[in-house]
């Protein structure tokens, strides 16, 4: 987790869209969202968030391939507090991890 979240960047998740997906709608929580396509706008009030994604070819390391989805964040209408309270939600529902 980051301690502070620029309005726009972008990340490397490693999922495939159909797992991002599945995640969003956890991730977002109560916040209402419409999904277009590869992009999705979230109503994260008092602003939006508008997010867009593109698979990319996967991470290979040896004989495991990894999926790559390039995601891009767009955060309106929202301040830097407002913005690492929505973040650091999206960012625990979005983590995986292994061992």
Same mark, same amino acid.
């Given at each position: +987790?980051? @301690? @502070? ?7 490397? +998740? ?19 969202? *419409?999904? =277009?396509? *590869? @992009?999705?706008?979230? #109503?994260?009030?008092?602003? /939006?968030?508008?997010? /867009?994604?593109?698979?990319? /070819? ?5 004989? +495991? ?10 955060? /309106?209408?929202? =301040? =830097? ?5 929505? +973040?650091?939600?999206? #960012?625990?529902?979005? *983590?995986?991890?292994?061992?």
């Amino acid at each position: +987790m980051q @301690s @502070s979240y620029e309005p726009v960047f972008e990340r490397e +998740m490693g999922c495939t869209e159909a797992e991002w997906l599945g995640w969003l709608p956890a991730a977002v929580g109560a916040c209402a969202w *419409q999904r =277009d396509g *590869q @992009s999705a706008t979230v #109503d994260v009030p008092p602003g /939006s968030l508008v997010l /867009s994604w593109e698979p990319r /070819s996967p991470r290979v390391i040896a004989l +495991m391939r990894m999926p790559v989805l390039h995601v891009r964040f767009a955060f /309106s209408g929202l =301040d =830097d507090a407002q913005r690492y309270v929505f +973040m650091r939600r999206f #960012d625990l529902y979005m *983590q995986r991890g292994g061992g």
